[in-house]
C-alpha cells in the first residue's frame, strides 16, 4: 500500500494486540478490524511481548537456545511478562504471557531479561537478575510486529477478522484505595504505583 496505494496489493493485515493500554489496544484492533472487513484480509495477531523478543533476538546475538524474560510495565505495580527461547532468528515463546509483581517473575539465575519494566522497578531489578540485565527501554514496536507477522503469514498463521480480539490480560483499569495501599506494601521500595 505505501508503494502503490492501493488496498488490493495487500495479502494480510498485522496487527499489535496487546497486552498494553487498554485505549491503545483497543483502537489498533479497532483499525484492523475496520479494514479487514470490508476487504476481508485475513489478519495476524502478534503480541507486545512477541515484538518485544523478537527485537532482543535481532539485536543481542546470544546462543541459540537462550532463555530469556521479556518483562514490560504494566503499571499499577504489575508486569507483563514471558519466557521465550532463541530459536534460529526468532523469539520461541515458552509459556502464556503472565501479569504479576515484579518479584514473582522466576528468576532461575541464568536467563535474560530486557524491557522497560527494568527501568520501572529500578530496585527490585538492582537485587535480580543481576548481570543478565539488557535494554531497559525496550518496547514493543511496529516494525518488530510487520516482522513476525511476515513469518506468521508465510507459515500460514492467519486468522479471519471475526476471530480477531485484543489480548486482555488485565481486567482491571483502575485499583481502589485499599488495592492501592495493599500494592504498595507488595511493591518494591522506591517505586510509585502507576
Known sequence: ?????????????????GPGAFTGVRLSVAVAQGLSIGSQFPVIPVTSLDA?????????????????????DARMGEVYWARYQRKQTQPNPLHSIQLTVPAEIPDNG???????????????FA???????????LVPNA???????KA????????????????YIR?????TTQERNDAASRAPTGHLLG
Open 1 to 17: 500500500v505505501r508503494t502503490s496505494g492501493k488496498s488490493k496489493d495487500l495479502d494480510a493485515l498485522a496487527v499489535g494486540v
Open 52 to 72: 518485544m523478543a523478537l527485537q532482543f533476538v535481532e539485536h543481542y546475538q546470544t546462543p541459540q537456545n537462550t532463555t530469556f524474560t521479556m518483562a514490560l
Open 110 to 124: 541464568e536467563d535474560l531479561i530486557a524491557g522497560n519494566a527494568l527501568a520501572e522497578y529500578t530496585d527490585y
Open 127 to 137: 537485587n535480580h537478575f543481576v548481570g543478565r540485565q539488557f535494554d531497559a527501554q
Open 143 to 149: 516494525l518488530s510486529i510487520l516482522e513476525l507477522a
Open 152 to 167: 506468521r503469514y508465510q507459515a500460514g498463521q492467519v486468522i479471519s477478522v471475526e476471530q480477531l480480539e485484543p489480548l
Open 171 to 175: 481486567n482491571k483499569v483502575a485499583l
